[in-house]
């Protein structure tokens, strides 16, 4: 039996009540497998979902939803080393959701 994680859609709610993503440029922190981003990827521009676990990284590439795959980065990395990697590159928003768990 498959487990549910949050099948009442209250972590999406949330999200939605707390930022603004249309349109925008998000870097989602801690992705982990994916399960959250693949809720708010249609409304953001582009997304850059980093994680620094590489199964997680591995099971997030493999069950990207097909209408979002074109506006969703997935990357195994840290935040330390993806912020000094990439220098002045700017986000409109931030997300960290279970990455200080």
């Given at each position: 039996?498959?487990?549910?994680?949050?099948?009442?859609?209250?972590?999406?709610?949330?999200?939605?009540?707390?930022?603004?993503?249309?349109?925008?440029?998000?870097?989602?922190?801690?992705?982990?497998?994916?399960?959250?981003?693949?809720?708010?990827?249609?409304?953001?521009?582009?997304?850059?979902?980093?994680?620094?676990?590489?199964?997680s990284?591995?099971?997030?590439k493999?069950?990207?939803?097909?209408?979002?795959?074109?506006?969703?980065?997935?990357?195994?990395?840290?935040?330390?080393?993806?912020?000094?990697?990439?220098?002045?590159?700017?986000f409109?928003?931030?997300?960290?959701?279970?990455?200080?768990?």
């Amino acid at each position: 039996m498959a487990i549910r994680v949050d099948p009442e859609g209250n972590e999406t709610r949330a999200l939605f009540e707390l930022a603004r993503l249309d349109g925008h440029q998000v870097l989602e922190v801690g992705c982990g497998d994916g399960r959250l981003t693949w809720r708010y990827a249609s409304h953001a521009a582009h997304v850059t979902a980093i994680d620094p676990h590489e199964d997680s990284v591995i099971r997030a590439k493999a069950s990207v939803p097909e209408d979002v795959r074109s506006r969703v980065e997935i990357m195994l990395a840290d935040f330390e080393d993806f912020a000094a990697s990439r220098g002045a590159s700017t986000f409109d928003t931030v997300i960290l959701s279970w990455s200080l768990c």
